[in-house]
């Protein structure tokens, strides 16, 4: 009682205090009709409408793979696929919704449903042969097949999800060579077309871009890679991919880090963007500084712009009905290893 009476005479104190103070000061003070009173009608108070020729809806295809994701923690049943929550939430950041595609679903149903979106993010994991394979491999042709029809459909393609895309286009089963990067933070070589309308680096702020080359700004966490010289020297890769970054791997052998397609939007990085902001395992490196964090939003900024290109409206509903809300995300990172998050599809 003594506190809410306390109150309320603080609050005629201040009301008073306020009210005084505009009595005083009443020619500062402008009323409704006296706001834009020297603009004419037409010009006050209108957005400027967004460009119509981009997607503001924009939504991504996450291909899951097989497993909990977490060594069994969550889940030993033999048809769980999950996908880590953070690359949905590394989507969601850059402002675009997730309908997830299960590895193990029809080529019909998978097609419907990538028919619900305008790009398709192909995650890390360790799964490289089998249906999962065959599903990434399904989905890649289609999204061609998309760009070749006239739309703008993007591809990225992280960690090994990208090295399956490098396999795919090679053609060849062994054009990856080993390299020792398991868990490394790197900084990275940006080679001449980095800058290029449609590079993922084209988004970043410039500071940061110079920061890239000298701090270890991206976590690098893979045993497989391809060396610049092969690709270059590769005609099918050399032809599809131009190289837009490299690094170097713990015994100074310098692998591809960013390539990207001459003449379709497909990126390949080996680097984790989602890992920096979303993923906390100990026994991981990720960087959290800020400037880490920035890489995650600037990267996350660069997919959904290029998927905002998409002319693909899918109705609205359809694409609710097949969301990632549909399922949950369960906590599979509690004993700080592995994913922080899962959606798991059972
Ligand atoms: C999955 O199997 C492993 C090994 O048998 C076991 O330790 C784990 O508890 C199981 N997970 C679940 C969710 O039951
Ligand atoms: C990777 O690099 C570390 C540190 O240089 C070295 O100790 C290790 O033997 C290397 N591993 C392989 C598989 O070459």
Redesign the pocket.
């Known amino acids: 009682m003594e506190n809410k009476s306390a109150f309320s005479l603080f609050f005629f104190v201040t009301l008073f205090t306020c009210l005084a103070a505009a009595i005083v000061n009443n020619d500062h003070i402008l009323l409704p009709s006296q706001l834009h009173r020297d603009k004419s009608p037409s010009s006050s108070s209108k957005c400027t409408a967004p460009d119509p020729n981009l997607n503001q809806r924009p939504v991504i295809g996450i291909l899951s793979n097989p497993g909990?994701g977490c060594s069994?923690?969550?889940?030993?049943s033999s048809g769980v696929s999950h996908i880590a929550a953070s690359y949905v939430k590394f989507v969601e950041s850059g402002g675009a919704r997730v309908i997830p595609l299960l590895y193990n679903e029809s080529p019909e149903s998978l097609k419907t449903k990538l028919s619900l979106t305008n790009g398709l993010l192909l995650t890390g994991g360790s799964a490289a042969s089998g249906p999962y394979l065959e599903a990434l491999q399904f989905l890649f042709q289609a999204a061609l097949e998309r760009n070749d029809g006239g739309d703008h459909f993007p591809v990225l393609g992280l960690n090994l999800g990208g090295n399956l895309l490098i396999k795919i286009v090679a053609d060849q089963a062994d054009v990856l060579e080993p390299f020792n990067a398991s868990s490394l933070p790197s900084y990275l070589q940006m080679w001449i077309n980095s800058l290029e309308e449609g590079s993922l680096y084209q988004k970043f702020p410039s500071d940061l871009f110079q920061l890239l080359m000298s701090e270890c700004l991206v976590l690098h966490n893979h045993i497989y890679a391809i060396s610049p010289y092969k690709l270059q020297y590769n005609k099918k890769l050399s032809s599809f991919f131009d190289i837009l970054a490299t690094a170097a791997d713990r015994d100074g052998k310098i692998f591809v880090s960013t390539a990207r397609g001459w003449n379709y939007p497909v990126t390949v990085n080996l680097w984790n963007p989602e890992k920096n902001a979303f993923e906390w395992a100990t026994s991981l490196k990720a960087p959290h500084t800020e400037n880490a964090i920035r890489v995650t939003q600037s990267s996350a900024n660069f997919f959904v712009s290029e998927a905002r290109k998409s002319s693909n409206r899918p109705d609205y509903q359809a694409v609710r009905d097949n969301l990632i809300y549909n399922y949950k995300a369960s906590y599979g990172g509690v004993a700080g290893k592995g994913y922080d998050q899962v959606y798991l599809f059972e």
């Open positions: 909990d069994g923690r969550l889940s030993n």
